[in-house]
Every structure is written in C-alpha cells, then in structure tokens.
C-alpha cells in the first residue's frame, strides 16, 4: 500500500491502495480502478519524478492520446481464445482507466465457442458488473455488451 505502480505498455502511474491475490486496487487520478498484477510495474522513486515532470496538470499526455483514440468496442474476430482474452483483459482495463460504463466486444456467432470463453473469463471479475447480447439488429449475440462497476 501506498506504493506507486505503471501499468505496462502504458504511461498511466497509479498509486497502490489495496493488494489482492490477482488483482491491485489502483488510484489512478481521480478514478479508482482495479487491475490484475500482471498488468502492473511498481515504479522507483526516480522514475515516479521523471514521470511526474512529463505530466501537466495531473494527466499525462499518454492518457489523454488514449482517451482520444479509444473505440468503445473491440473486435476479437479471427483470433484465438487466448489472443482474444489478451486483446479483451487491455481493452477493459483502459475502459475502466477510462471511466466507461459499457463496452462491447464483436466475437462473432460461429459455434459460440469465443463467446462462450470470453463471458466465462470475464464473469470471475467484480468490476464487471453485467455481460448480455446486443440487440438483435445490432449484431445479437454475435457482439457482448459488458457492464463496468
């Protein structure tokens, strides 16, 4: 706790409020977020002061090209179960760093098999707070739409 943290790939410096087995609870800002370890890098003290030099009033400019450039929906089409849960578990966490309320992720129908893999991946989360079909001349149950906490 108290410790600062970068999560990875990203310009984004939170402060750690409270550690879990998976996941860290993050203060990012003004936004409280919570985002798995693996995704995290604690950050020395030097690096929290360069960083904090790049920022202008208590943004970063990374965040703000990301918050211009973010789609509320991904599409995972094509991909392979575990490339997908990679593409979906970044989306949602900038989502959530992001303040979203709702995302949708584009699987396609097919089998079912994607959608399936993906909904049961994201259910084992609290900050999600729902996952239902879009409406039916919206794509059905080839796109899900997930609820943020």
């Given at each position: 706790?108290?410790?600062?943290?970068?999560?990875?790939?990203?310009?984004?410096i939170g402060?750690?409020?409270?550690?879990?087995?998976?996941?860290?609870?993050?203060?990012?800002?003004?936004?409280?977020?919570?985002?798995?370890?693996?995704?995290?890098?604690?950050?020395?003290?030097?690096?929290?002061?360069?960083?904090?030099?790049?920022?202008?009033?208590?943004?970063?400019?990374?965040?703000?090209?990301?918050?211009?450039?973010f789609n509320?929906?991904?599409?995972?089409?094509?991909?392979?179960?575990?490339?997908?849960?990679?593409?979906?578990?970044?989306?949602?966490?900038?989502?959530?760093?992001?303040?979203?309320?709702?995302?949708?992720?584009?699987?396609?129908?097919?089998?079912?098999?994607?959608?399936?893999?993906?909904?049961?991946?994201?259910?084992?989360?609290?900050?999600?707070?729902?996952?239902?079909?879009?409406?039916?001349?919206?794509?059905?149950?080839?796109?899900?739409?997930?609820?943020?906490?």
């Open positions: 706790m108290g410790d600062y943290v970068k999560i990875k790939g990203q310009d984004t402060e750690v409020l409270a550690l879990g087995q998976k996941e860290a609870e993050i203060m990012l800002g003004e936004l409280k977020s919570k985002i798995k370890l693996n995704r995290l890098e604690r950050m020395s003290k030097t690096a929290i002061k360069k960083e904090k030099k790049k920022s202008f009033s208590g943004t970063s400019t990374g965040m703000v090209e990301r918050s211009t450039n509320h929906q991904i599409d995972v089409r094509g991909m392979r179960a575990e490339e997908a849960i990679q593409a979906v578990d970044r989306f949602i966490d900038d989502a959530m760093v992001l303040g979203y309320n709702e995302v949708s992720i584009l699987h396609g129908r097919g089998d079912g098999i994607l959608r399936r893999f993906i909904r049961d991946y994201l259910r084992q989360y609290n900050y999600v707070k729902s996952l239902k079909n879009e409406h039916e001349e919206r794509g059905g149950d080839g796109i899900t739409l997930v609820g943020l906490a």
